[in-house]
């Protein structure tokens, strides 16, 4: 197989990683608990597969493509599946199809970039690596700040904590500890909240 249909490829499995990901999320919040309901409308889970196919190449530019290519389907395909299990037309526009599609494009080059840096283990690698732990804390942390807007999905927002937690011990197993391992997951928790505080803002 060459460089070429390697890249195709790879643009196909982000395309089918990003309609998965959309119809999972509606049947989730279709048939979850209520109580385990912000699991799957939320953006660190969306942002952990997206990561992940960023991490098939070993190049910039492509990182960010597939990155932002399967949040941007995840969008596309969520909104698709929503109106066939409700039963309504799906038409793309609306304030929230364009607003998570901005989210997905910055979240893509964010997040396609730290997958880079994961990959090559540089000197930069914490960078990357402190991220997913780093959303899924903030993702929790924010909802504890709203925790009336959230009550009632209380385990699910304690589990994103302890899931970005873990994470992170995982991640770094006895590193967790090092300077530059604390820095780069504190520095994305504080600037994780300022971005889910802005949105709630957005979005209520």
């Known amino acids: 197989m060459n460089l070429s249909q390697r890249k195709i490829f790879k643009g196909i499995y982000a395309l089918l990683l990003g309609v998965l990901t959309g119809i999972l999320t509606v049947l989730g919040q279709k048939y979850l608990p209520a109580s385990l309901n912000s699991l799957a409308n939320s953006g660190a889970i969306w942002l952990t597969p997206a990561f992940f196919m960023a991490t098939a190449t070993k190049k910039k530019l492509p990182a960010f493509i597939l990155c932002a290519e399967t949040l941007i389907v995840c969008v596309i395909s969520y909104y698709w599946t929503e109106s066939i299990v409700n039963q309504h037309t799906f038409v793309l526009e609306g304030f929230y199809f364009y607003l998570w599609l901005i989210c997905a494009v910055i979240a893509g080059i964010i997040f396609g970039f730290g997958a880079y ?88």
């Open 117 to 204: 840096l994961y990959r090559q283990k540089s000197t930069y690698y914490h960078w990357g690596a402190s991220l997913l732990p780093a959303v899924f804390f903030a993702e929790g942390f924010s909802e504890i700040i709203h925790l009336s807007e959230y009550m009632h999905m209380l385990p699910a927002v304690v589990g994103k904590i302890v899931l970005g937690l873990v994470l992170y011990f995982i991640i770094y197993k006895k590193a967790f500890y090092h300077r530059k391992s604390l820095i780069s997951f504190c520095s994305y928790t504080v600037l994780g909240i300022i971005g889910y505080e802005f949105l709630f803002r957005l979005t209520t």
